[in-house]
């Protein structure tokens, strides 16, 4: 009986320490992310998504597919460091769901003195693979 009491709890534990893992890893994603923002590199805050054609944003003009066309979307969007401002995130929510993949709700704050400040909230969808945590969904507003 100790023996099924010591083994489930080892795997409890495991689980439990695998996740706060996976968790600081994310969160340690998005602080990349926001330094490279900041820095006015949106090809390499972009490096965190999936490069691929399966990559959505959802955004307040509706869906970009594909991660050529996000990139292209915020090159746009931000065509220098003025209209990116500098950004902040507050991560709310960190959910790893399994093992691989997690969703993540936050609020992200443009501060753009000439400009005018922005900000809104954020759901990304994010899966593991080959050990690394990339963005296959960001729904912005």
């Known amino acids: 009986m100790i023996t099924r009491i010591s083994l489930l709890f080892l795997i409890s534990f495991s689980a439990i320490a695998q996740a706060n893992s996976d968790e600081s890893s994310i969160r340690n994603l998005l602080a990349k992310q926001n330094k490279l923002w900041n820095q006015g590199d949106i090809p390499g805050f972009m490096a965190y998504y999936n490069h691929s054609e399966d990559l959505k944003f959802i955004g307040k003009n509706g869906i970009t597919q594909g991660w050529d066309a996000t990139l292209a979307r915020y090159l746009k969007s931000y065509p220098n460091q003025e209209a990116m401002g500098q950004l902040t995130f507050d991560i709310i929510e960190v959910d790893v769901t399994a093992s691989k993949t997690a ?39």
């Open 103 to 141: 969703w993540v709700i936050g609020k992200w704050h443009l501060a753009r003195p000439k400009l005018g400040d922005v900000g809104g909230h954020f759901t990304l969808l994010l899966k593991k693979v080959k050990g690394k945590w990339l963005i296959f969904r960001d729904h912005t507003s």
